[in-house]
């Protein structure tokens, strides 16, 4: 933050001016007050008992000579103008704007969070100036970096230079490859000390905090990139449980509608994690449901957030409810704001809301929008707010080192639980030899019930509405048992308290049998009366239950049960508690039932733990499938959802589970399991066809076909180029496997173009196995695809060992290598004596200069071998012209000499030239 030239001049007219009133006062002009020792600017603040800053300009009595100077001391250097920046932020006051108007004053700051957007007048008092991010509860704008650097070098007195070999230097910062500083390991003996109130438990709370962090319980933070602006760093840093991220502050910044979903979610899913968060606002960026779905698993577990702000975004009344109800585990948070949203609160959720509020003892200060006419929720839910901030009702609210050790003890028990359970998820990836025979009985029972065609050509399932073609008389019992709700066997209104009415005849009355199917199911779906007669607290309710689960447990059809229907029947945990109890404990009980359907139901945590131990079982309920929970009336606790993921993960049979599941990580482990058990079927019915040798082979498609040809050796394909093509990225992954191997027995393609494929590490190490044995590709390309470190690893291996690529193009991957990776990649490929150009996307400078290096060095070698060749050639075409030539001559001496005979006028020639010569011999004698 710099100051115009402008205003440095009329800061320094002020000063002289002050300081010449100062003098004549001293001088002894009583007229004019001394000012000494004040600073004249109003956004200047400076205690009066403190004396003049030595770097302050004086009128001076009298000018020195230089002889002077010399003997006062030496020469003085000039003093230096003030810096009203520096000195405002060293005294605490307001920063001076650097804004002014056409005639030259100073005009209205418009002061911008780091998010955000102008604040206006018309904001409430409680909006405090809007800031993207607050660390260590202070709201300060990056615009002030410039000032703090220039504090950090000027720790001296005001006299001395700024540039001065006194001022201490900058501390050194540990930087990425990226040129940002790199996050420090957290010191948990420092955390524990800073966390807790009571500092001789400091120790306990390092403990767990270890302990967590061994097991890697906390989720790590994602490594910043260049392109992630400053809310994506606040929200990682919030991920990754940074100690300095205590609040987040966005109001209407534009640039949250472009952070990605999954992001989103993933922060909030943290919260409940994060030990240091105490203040969150997100206010006015069309915030959805999906967010505050996470926030409310996410903020019963929390104990350090205190306030919430989620005003005028697009929540909806259904996300609002389950919010309000999640507070009444919830002992920290004081101030929730969430009105202005997409739709108020409706009349059927005001009393929920107010119930759970009323349950709440720390909320202090809220504002939520009912859909209330007379105005009656509105004071209903003041009075609440009164009983928290008075404590009228004496509540003794719990030590909050107490709630924070509880909670760490609990994040214990859950990463040892995460970490078995992955060793037990490791142990079931592949199935045992002895499971292929029961996995079948499962596929067989799967096929029997899952979707399928009536005659009228409607779809339906027997798993999400099993029992819809047996429910002719179901319209006339939903509002009860029998005609009118009257009891079926005796016709009276009600139930007697003993329970003699359930008995076998009872029972047998909801049986319904599907012959065609051979299912037997007990549909009780809808019959509310019972257990609205006898509620939780009613002292016959314990009878009911148990002799209602003994007749049903004991009946004599109880071994051909396919179903137990229990929806919207009002159950709660006790029934299904004594169920678990009874099949746990006599695993013949139930032995063929295969679909749980509890939907609409009362079930808490001790239900669904209950329901979990039949899961986990694998002795009784050996062929369960379908397991229906959806849409209970309380939320769900984080131990009962953890329950149900351990159960899931040992059990191979279920491929139906319907529940909400809140908490993220439960969630996608539930799925993940599923989908896992229907792999398994789908490998039973193939191992079944070829253990009985009915197994037909596919048809194969023109993709699979075409590299089919490769792995022959077809001579008419020497080119291969697939970019983005639908074809590829249908093909299974071993498909993609067997392609990349393809080319190890080929000979005749010399160029490889795979383009954005979403090939990942198996086909790049398969690639790279095929090019050891390959000497006839030239070029390859594969960019757009995922490949990690491991897959350039394999492929760079394989290059290694290959003597016939000339040139390689792996850029634009959408997945990183790590910094060691990068740095094995040299030593693999240097031993390739042909590749000479490489393009990738690499962070590591050294690694790409190491690579070009390689390149360039077999381009002089290929240069200087090409040289040496031509010169070889040039010298063995002369050898070749000269021993041709010696042949010719020597072949031409050894051949005889053939007489010709003379011509007629050679002969007459011949004849009269000895005559001439006598002639001329005569006459010279």
């Not at 700051?109 to 604040?119: A, N, Q």
């Not at 239900?607 to 986990?616: C, E, F, N, Q, R």
């Not at 075409?706 to 093509?725: G, K, L, P, R, W």
Request: aromatic share 6%.
């Amino acid at each position: 933050m710099a100051a115009s030239l402008k205003q440095r001049m009329d800061m320094f007219k002020k000063s002289t001016s002050t300081e010449d009133e100062d003098f004549k006062a001293k001088s002894g002009n009583k007229e004019q007050p001394s000012k000494v020792g004040k600073l004249t600017h109003s956004y200047l603040e400076k205690d009066d008992k403190k004396a003049p800053a030595k770097r302050n300009f004086t009128v001076p009595k009298k000018k020195e000579t230089p002889e002077e100077k010399q003997k006062a001391g030496g020469t003085k250097k000039p003093g230096k103008l003030k810096n009203p920046f520096l000195d405002a932020e060293r005294s605490g006051s307001p920063m001076p704007s650097s804004s002014t108007n056409g005639d030259g004053k100073k005009g209205r700051r418009r002061s911008f969070g780091i998010f955000g957007k102008k604040k206006h007048d018309s904001e409430p008092e409680e909006e405090e100036e809007e800031a993207a991010v607050a660390t260590g509860g202070k709201n300060r704008s990056f615009a002030t970096n410039s000032v703090d650097v220039m504090e950090s070098q000027a720790r001296g007195k005001a006299g001395i230079r700024l540039n001065s070999a006194n001022a201490a230097p900058p501390p050194k910062k540990r930087l990425s490859i990226l040129g940002r500083a790199r996050p420090k390991a957290q010191d948990n003996s420092v955390n524990a000390y800073n966390l807790v109130k009571d500092k001789s438990r400091a120790e306990e709370v390092e403990q767990y905090l270890n302990q967590i962090q061994a097991l890697k319980g906390f989720k790590p933070m994602k490594r910043l990139s260049i392109r992630d602006n400053d809310i994506v760093q606040a929200m990682q840093r919030v991920i990754g449980n940074e100690p300095k991220q205590t609040s987040i502050k966005i109001n209407g910044d534009v640039r949250f509608g472009h952070i990605k979903a999954s992001l989103i979610q993933d922060f909030g899913d943290s919260i409940r994690q994060n030990l240091y968060l105490k203040s969150l606002t997100i206010r006015g960026v069309e915030l959805g449901n999906t967010f505050l779905e996470a926030l409310t698993s996410a903020i019963r577990d929390n104990v350090t957030l205190e306030e919430i702000d989620l005003s005028r975004n697009h929540l909806t009344h259904d996300a609002m409810v389950e919010f309000c109800q999640a507070l009444e585990n919830n002992h920290t948070v004081k101030v929730v704001y969430l009105q202005t949203q997409l739709s108020p609160l409706f009349e059927k959720g005001v009393e929920q809301v107010l119930s759970s509020m009323a349950k709440n003892h720390s909320v202090k200060k809220m504002k939520i929008d009912f859909q209330s006419p007379d105005g009656s929720a509105d004071k209903r839910l003041k009075e609440i707010l009164q009983r928290n901030y008075w404590n009228k009702d004496g509540y003794e609210k719990p030590d909050p080192d107490d709630l924070l050790i509880n909670f760490l003890k609990e994040e214990v028990v859950r990463a040892e639980e995460l970490f078995e359970q992955n060793e037990l998820e490791k142990e079931l990836e592949e199935v045992r030899e002895g499971d292929w025979d029961y996995l079948y009985e499962l596929s067989v029972l799967f096929d029997k019930f899952k979707l399928d065609v009536d005659e009228d050509g409607q779809k339906r399932t027997s798993v999400q509405n099993y029992a819809s073609p047996m429910h002719e008389g179901q319209n006339a019992r939903n509002s009860g048992f029998g005609t009118a709700g009257k009891n079926p066997l005796t016709g009276a209104q009600g139930f007697p308290s003993d329970g003699s009415f359930l008995t076998e005849e009872f029972i047998d009355e909801y049986l319904k049998e599907d012959v065609e199917r051979g299912g037997l199911v007990f549909d009780f779906c809808n019959q509310v009366r019972l257990f609205k007669q006898f509620p939780s607290t009613s002292p016959d309710r314990e009878t009911i239950v148990n002799i209602f689960v003994y007749e049903l447990t004991h009946h004599p059809r109880q071994h051909e049960f396919t179903g137990i229907n229990m929806a919207n029947t009002g159950c709660g945990n006790d029934f299904w508690e004594k169920i678990a109890e009874a099949v746990l404990e006599d695993p013949t009980i139930f032995p063929n039932v295969h679909l749980i359907n509890a939907e609409t139901n009362f079930l808490t945590e001790k239900g669904l733990v209950a329901i979990a131990d039949l899961i986990k079982s694998n002795e009784c309920m050996r062929y369960i499938q379908a397991v229906k929970l959806e849409n209970q009336k309380a939320l769900l606790s984080s131990k009962a959802e953890r329950a149900l993921a351990r159960a899931l993960c040992v059990n191979i049979s279920v491929v139906r589970f319907s529940l909400r599941v809140r908490n993220l990580l439960e969630r996608e482990q539930c799925n993940k399991y599923v989908v896992r058990n229907i792999d398994f079927l789908r490998q039973a019915r193939r191992h079944h066809k070829i253990s009985t040798g009915t197994l037909k082979e596919r048809k194969r498609n023109d993709m699979e076909k075409f590299f089919d040809s490769i792995a022959a050796n077809d001579e008419s394909i020497t080119e291969v180029n697939i970019s983005a093509d639908i074809k590829y990225t249908g093909l299974s992954d071993e498909e993609k496997v067997k392609s990349a191997k393809a080319f190890a027995t080929n000979s005749h393609v010399t160029k490889v173009t795979m383009n954005a494929l979403g090939l990942g590490d198996d086909f790049a190490i398969a690639l790279g196995e095929a090019l050891e044995k390959n000497n006839t590709i030239e070029i390859l390309i594969v960019e757009g695809n995922a490949f990690t470190g491991d897959g350039f690893k394999g492929l760079f291996a394989g290059l290694g060992k290959n003597s016939s690529v000339l040139e390689l193009r792996a850029k634009h991957q959408t997945k990183k290598m790590t910094s060691p990776d990068e740095q094995a990649l040299p030593a693999l490929l240097d031993p390739c004596p042909s590749i000479t150009k490489i393009s990738l996307d690499l962070r590591n400078s050294a690694v790409t200069m190491q690579l070009d290096k390689i390149g360039s060095r077999n381009r002089e070698t290929k240069r200087r071998l090409s040289k040496q060749a031509s010169i070889a050639s040039e010298e063995s075409a002369e050898e070749n012209a000269e021993t041709a030539t010696a042949t010719v001559e020597e072949s031409a001496d050894d051949e005889p000499e053939l007489e010709e005979e003379p011509e007629l006028g050679a002969v007459q020639e011949e004849e009269t030239e000895p005559k001439e010569e006598e002639e001329e011999a005569g006459e010279e004698k």
